[in-house]
């Protein structure tokens, strides 16, 4: 299937960690999950939508492959209903089985997919790139590259999750030393989309200052022992320490030595939604898209990226979350509806705690006054 700008323009919507389960079919959860995804796909009407991996639990891949086409296919409906062209990318959880090259096989099948494996040679089983045509269909303009960030750490002592490992980063500067021949000799310009983060995450924040800890998140793995707040500069929600490998094997630096890469998508951490720059790349960490994964509430959310063609050297992007979409969430509970985010949930105990300050001082006060009135 070829990507072209149309009208000069070529959107991308991204949608994360989507984890549907195998009771979709009667499941408020996955009802609200398409609420947001018909929701966003009417609203922006996307040239290619990626699904950021961890997108269908594999437990039912196990028990019956065909159910689990069926789930993923209901997962992409909206999608392929309106005939738009759609990536999954692995997560970790799409490696557990173990049966990665028959999920991708499955991928692949379906309408609209454009999911494959372009260099079974190399780590991971879903490595591919993508080229974004001229409107004329004519000239290869911009590339997507798809890499597969593999699944948790074979050496656990090193770190919990595996990192993209140097055979694919070799792959990555090869195909990339061909698109700039395609490109007249200048690095092609690129995003890059893939599950696990790249450590450079961190350089988006800062230790957090004592009186900012209820307003932080802790770190994770090497970054533990600290608490982060976001950096100035970067937007977005943290809401957890990005859980990227502890093993630097040198992707970022790849990207900045290959150069040509705008920005890097990335899905895993199910309560982030922050981006910024480092280096000069646009890092953009998504939140989950669905009501399976954990979250702090009512905040899924889906990323508009839009291209120019004219000016292919920047891009412009936005976030917007279910209920500013206007809708009602119907799987959470009362609670857990006004709930966004940390702040929320901070403001909400505050809340409630002047409640229960103010009714035990109204009882004291009660109390006394009895006591006062039988005494008198
Ligand atoms: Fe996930
Ligand atoms: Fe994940």
């Known amino acids: 299937m070829k990507l072209k700008f149309n009208n000069g323009k070529f959107k991308i919507l991204l949608f994360g960690d989507i984890h549907e389960n195998e009771d979709y079919k009667t499941s408020p959860n996955f009802k609200d999950m398409r609420k947001l995804m018909n929701a966003a796909l009417d609203e922006y009407n996307p040239d290619l939508c990626v699904l950021l991996g961890d997108n ?3 437990d039912l891949y196990k028990k019956d492959p065909e159910e689990f086409r069926k789930m993923v296919i209901a997962v992409c409906e909206p999608i392929i209903n309106r005939n738009i062209p759609y990536a999954l990318i692995l997560g970790n959880h799409e490696h557990d089985l173990g049966h990665e090259d ?7 099948k379906m309408h609209g997919c ?3 494996n372009d260099a079974p040679e190399i780590t991971g089983n879903a490595n591919w790139k993508e080229f974004i045509y001229s409107s004329d269909g004519e000239t290869p303009k911009f590339c997507l590259w798809f890499i597969d960030s593999n699944n948790v750490c074979c050496d656990r002592k090193l770190s919990h999750y595996d990192y993209v490992h140097h055979d694919q980063i070799r792959w990555f500067e090869r195909e990339s030393e061909k698109n700039k021949e395609l490109n007249g000799g200048e690095p092609m310009p690129s995003f890059v989309f893939q599950h696990t983060p790249v ?23 090497v970054h533990s022992k600290n608490r982060y707040m976001l950096k100035k500069g970067a937007t977005g929600y943290l809401g957890e320490g990005p859980c990227s490998p502890d093993v630097n094997s040198g992707q970022f630096a790849s990207w900045k030595k290959v150069g040509g890469v705008l920005g890097a998508f990335f899905g895993h951490d199910h309560l982030n939604d922050m981006s910024g720059f480092v280096d000069g ?13 954990y979250t702090d509430g009512c905040r899924s959310c889906v990323r508009l990226v839009t291209l120019d063609e004219n000016d292919l050297s920047t891009f412009t992007q936005e976030l917007r979350h279910f209920k500013e979409f206007g809708l009602k969430c119907e799987c959470l509970g009362p609670v857990f509806r ?5 702040q929320s949930i901070n403001l909400h105990i505050l809340g409630y705690s002047a409640l229960a300050v103010g009714g035990v001082a109204a009882a004291g006060i009660a109390v006394k006054k009895l006591i006062d009135k039988i005494g008198g």
């Open 56 to 58: 269908c639990n594999t």
């Open 102 to 108: 028959e999920i991708v096989e499955i991928y692949s």
């Open 114 to 116: 454009i999911s494959r």
């Open 199 to 221: 450590p450079e995450e961190y350089k988006l924040l800062r230790k957090a200052r004592l009186w900012e800890i209820p307003w932080s998140a802790k770190g994770y793995g």
């Open 281 to 293: 790349i646009f890092l953009a960490q998504h939140k989950t898209a669905g009501f399976r994964a």
């Open 338 to 342: 006004t709930l966004t985010d940390r």
